[in-house]
């Protein structure tokens, strides 16, 4: 959902910037998201129907600047692929961008029944639209 709506706000403000996600796991790799996930997503104009999970790799410390994670036991994983202190300090928990420092996972919607998907996509709309003014920011320099 996190990529859906930065990937809206880029091409919505004609930004030229790649958005993706990946999972730490490969358990869902090649999966759609969630049904409830694209219906909720979809509800707010953000289509995530065509999305594929893919599994993290040690290429994407390469491909990109900054590297968010929903939860703690996602940064453990992603850091235990870091090959380096650089690598090490692209990864961001995505809601530290709204409350700095409190390292605040995402909390998990599957339990939560719709309201949960709302709540998870109200949370990272507010992190997607930091995020987006500090790409701005950059691409301004």
Do not use: C
Not at 48 to 75: G, L
């Amino acid at each position: 959902m996190a990529d859906g709506l930065l990937r809206k706000k880029v091409n919505d403000a004609g930004l030229n910037v790649f958005v993706d996600s990946a999972g730490t796991s490969n358990h869902h790799k090649g999966q759609a998201p969630d049904e409830r996930m694209r219906e909720t997503a979809a509800q707010f104009g953000v289509p995530i129907d065509d999305f594929r999970a893919r599994q993290f790799e040690v290429s994407d410390f390469d491909n990109f600047d900054w590297i968010y994670v929903m939860d703690d036991r996602n940064y453990q994983n992603v850091l235990r692929l870091a090959r380096n202190k650089e690598d090490q300090e692209k990864v961001k928990m995505i809601l530290n961008e709204v409350s700095p420092g409190n390292n605040a996972p995402v909390p998990d919607p599957y339990y939560g029944g719709q309201r949960g998907f709302e709540e998870v996509f109200d949370l990272l709309d507010e992190a997607t639209d930091i995020i987006l003014n500090k790409i701005k920011e950059t691409l301004n320099g």
